[in-house]
């Protein structure tokens, strides 16, 4: 076990522990950051106010939103000069949700991804394919450190070129792969088609996440690249991957609790809910220094269990394997896609009509395909082939840009995707996930 006192400590310790980083990060953001000293004094509560983390439910509720309105550095608690990395990830309409880390904070993210890794077997014997993107994105780097925390041999080959991929895992003879399950159904199908056999390759574990997968699509991958796949989740607004960590048990992942606080809430009366109970996943982040947040709606669909873990015996909370959300996000190839995006390229090329669209999610063997229909605005209609695919181009070319992964664009005749009296139904997911 990588951290055995913190990943086997009783509820008690654990409990004072939190208690202790919660009244300290309360008042660091009271000081530090205006928007929650303001949020705060408009429910005229003090600093004071928060004893324990049994105090929790008293304080207010962070979105995405939020980060939003405060684009790019207005939930930062530390000085510009104490941030040494960025992140970032989609927001509604294509603008960032940014996130900034001290040096203590990358510590505690390298931290939680090392004993992620090592949950699922990893050791400094093991050599690490890091198949998940490097750059804003939180997976490549996020994983990166935590595998060389260990002492692994980590190989940063981030996305893309799959007959390269092979070859590395071939020639390093990887033990461990990360990347998104889909990716990983897609690496195993190019191998059958390449006729190599899985036992020229020495994988015996992968660390997927970053989109939800079912335990169907879990048993396939173990089958087909004969390992052990485990489930690792984060967002980057928390930190990133390694905020829980599944142990090989049914029912969940174990969250690295010492730094990020859950709560499952109802979403309509946003009520904390008990064991068990289905809600939204709500984290607090104890330790963090330049964005700490509390009680952040992650608007992912999970459930909590305080029992003891028979599998591995690690007392952290354990949380369901996330299979849905609460709101609109899609997430597409292991890049969170919102309609909105879609909406504010399409809006912004007149010749097609932007408010009339409609989006097919779909999954090609195992990986996700995402087709835009729009209709061709009325002036623009016309026989001519070269025109049409100039036009089929352009919006080809901007939505690429905005969402950073391709979508197929089927221009249609105008009228032909009429909007609804009611709400319009414009997402066609027909993944089975
Ligand atoms: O996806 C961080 C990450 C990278 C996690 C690599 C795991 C591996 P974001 O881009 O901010 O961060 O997206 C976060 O992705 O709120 C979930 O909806 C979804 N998600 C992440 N991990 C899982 C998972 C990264 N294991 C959003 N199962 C989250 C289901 C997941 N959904």
Not at 149 to 161: D, E, I, Q
Not at 212 to 226: D, G, Q, T, V, Y
Not at 299 to 313: F, G, P, Q, T, V
Request: charged share 25%.
């Amino acid at each position: 076990m990588f951290n055995e006192k913190i990943e086997k400590m009783s509820r008690s310790e654990m409990e004072n522990l939190q208690s202790d980083r919660l009244v300290d990060v309360v008042k660091r953001v009271y000081d530090n950051v205006k928007y929650y000293r303001n949020k705060m004094d408009a429910i005229k509560l003090k600093p004071s106010d928060i004893k324990s983390i049994k105090d929790i439910s008293k304080l207010p509720y962070t979105t995405k939103q939020d980060l939003r309105d405060n684009y790019p550095f207005g939930t930062f608690a530390v000085p510009k000069k104490d941030i040494i990395r960025v992140h970032a990830s989609s927001g509604t309409t294509g603008k960032l949700t940014v996130v900034g880390y001290t040096k203590r904070d990358i510590d505690d993210w390298a931290e939680c991804t090392a004993r992620a890794l090592s949950m699922a077997g990893c050791t400094n014997e093991d050599v690490v394919h890091i198949s998940y993107g490097y750059g804003l994105f939180t997976g490549g780097l996020g994983i990166h450190y935590g595998a060389e925390k260990l002492g692994a041999m980590t190989v940063p080959v981030s996305t893309g070129n799959t007959m390269r991929q092979i070859t590395l895992l071939k020639d390093f003879e990887a033990s461990t792969i990360c990347c998104t399950p889909s990716y990983a159904m897609f690496i195993a199908e190019e191998l059958q088609k390449l006729n190599i056999p899985v036992s020229e390759l020495n994988l015996k574990r992968g660390i997927f996440g970053a989109e939800p997968w079912s335990i169907e699509m879990k048993n396939k991958i173990e089958k087909l690249l004969n390992i052990e796949a485990f489930d690792i989740y984060g967002l980057s607004e928390i930190s990133g991957p390694g905020v829980s960590m599944s142990c090989g048990d049914e029912f969940g992942l174990h969250v690295m609790e010492d730094f990020f606080y859950p709560e499952i809430i109802d979403v309509d009366t946003l009520e904390p809910l008990e064991d068990l109970q289905s809600g939204e996943l709500v984290f607090t982040t104890l330790n963090k220094q330049g964005i700490p947040l509390l009680r952040y709606r992650t608007r992912d669909i999970s459930a909590l269990d305080h029992s003891e873990c028979k599998h591995c015996k690690r007392t952290l909370v354990r949380m369901k394997r996330v299979c849905g959300r609460s709101d609109d996000m899609l997430i597409i190839r292991g890049v969170n896609v919102f309609p909105s995006q879609i909406e504010t390229v399409l809006m912004n090329i007149p010749e097609v009509i932007g408010s009339h669209y409609k989006i097919f999610v779909d999954r090609a063997g195992f990986l996700d395909t995402m087709e835009i229909q729009v209709e061709i605005s009325e002036n623009n209609v016309t026989d001519e082939v070269k025109s049409i695919e100039n036009i089929r181009h352009r919006v080809e070319h901007d939505m690429q840009s905005m969402l950073g992964i391709a979508a197929k664009i089927t221009l249609v005749s105008p009228n032909s995707l009429p909007l609804s009296e009611g709400k319009t139904a414009r997402i066609v997911d027909r993944r089975k996930i």
